[in-house]
């Protein structure tokens, strides 16, 4: 499982951020609590210094440093029962100048173990999901809300042999699988019918779903895919680290999902760059979904047969047919 670094590092700025309030704030809170009640601030102090006597005192003979150490324990028990006390008749609680750490498991370091910590993993997929909702309704653009109602279910297409309603049928059960069980072994998808079948909508949820289980998912259209590809090709724009960092997500996340393939103004450049993200990503065994108007035999007046082969021949072929759910919709 690939993670987006681009995600991954302002998950981790947003934890540090978060880190740095709750340590503000317990110094406001430390603050207030010494101008009320000064004995709490002069006992501090002294629990400190003996921290620095209790590594003194351990440069000492065995004895001696058995002794000194439990005469020193005793004293801050003794202190610190006194603490607690003062700290309730004040109003407060005993725990009230306890520093707590917003992650019991990592104590804020952000590691567990050797792992990221969950904690930044949480944070992680907020950030890919409000990436994704960005460009995609997730709201609203969920499995359970997809409905079958606006599909014919009583003309036969000549080419297909089936309604439009049990195509739409069959397509929507296989994206939902594709979703639950994605991973590893999981196929590459394209995705092809006329506009407002419902191609980008099957997108974004299976997007939603993939993503909520921890893979990295970025969506785009083809027309800005390929325009970050001329970019840091040719060193535009006005962050040349952000562009470089955008194309090694298509080329690295979990599952691509590029939508409108076709749309874009088609050129030598945009032809090389589709075929390099192809090929790429088949190579380091990414997966990736493809959304066009176009079938595959009408993409072949445009694009390269090497390109045409690696559509047909490693992807998954889900073909949309009948009435512009968008119009329908727009109609009621």
Do not use: W
């Not at 279910?153 to 929507?172: Q, V």
């Not at 690295?252 to 999902?257: A, M, P, Q, R």
């Amino acid at each position: 499982m690939a993670l987006d670094g681009k995600i991954l590092r302002r998950a981790r700025a947003l934890h540090t951020a978060k880190k740095a309030q709750r340590e503000v704030a317990f110094r406001q809170r430390r603050q207030g609590v010494y101008a009320k009640i000064p004995r709490i601030q002069e006992i501090d102090a002294y629990l400190q210094e003996t921290i620095l006597e209790t590594i003194h005192i351990a440069l000492g003979s065995e004895r001696e440093v058995n002794a000194r150490l439990e005469e020193i324990g005793q004293r801050n028990q003794a202190l610190q029962a006194e603490r607690s006390a003062l700290l309730i008749q004040g109003g407060f609680g005993a725990d009230y100048l306890d520093e707590t750490p917003l992650c019991p498991v990592c104590s804020d370091t952000g590691v567990d173990d050797t792992a990221i910590c969950a904690c930044i993993m949480a944070i992680y997929r907020t950030l890919q999901t409000e990436e994704l909702s960005s460009l995609l309704n997730l709201g609203e653009e969920h499995f359970d809300a997809f409905s079958l109602d606006f599909y014919d279910d009583r003309t036969i297409h000549p080419d297909f042999g089936m309604t439009a309603r049990e195509n739409m049928s069959m397509n929507y059960q296989l994206c939902a699988k594709y979703a639950d069980t994605f991973g590893d072994k999981s196929c590459n998808l394209f995705l092809t019918g006329d506009p407002g079948l419902g191609k980008t909508f099957l997108s974004a949820c299976i997007a939603k779903v993939v993503s909520e289980t921890g893979f990295s998912v970025v969506y785009d259209t083809a027309a800005h895919v390929f325009s970050r590809f001329e970019e840091d090709k040719f060193r535009r724009g006005d962050d040349p680290e952000e562009v470089q960092g955008d194309v090694a997500r298509y080329l690295d996340c979990d599952l691509l999902i590029v939508d409108d393939l076709g749309t874009e103004m088609t050129t030598s450049f945009v032809i090389s760059a589709l075929y390099h993200l192809i090929n790429t990503r088949l190579l380091k065994k990414k997966k990736t979904i493809v959304s066009s108007n176009y079938s595959t035999e009408a993409l072949s007046g445009i694009y390269t047969p090497q390109i045409l082969s690696r559509l047909e021949g490693e992807y998954e072929v889900l073909t949309f047919f009948g009435q512009d759910i968008r119009k329908l919709k727009k109609g009621q």
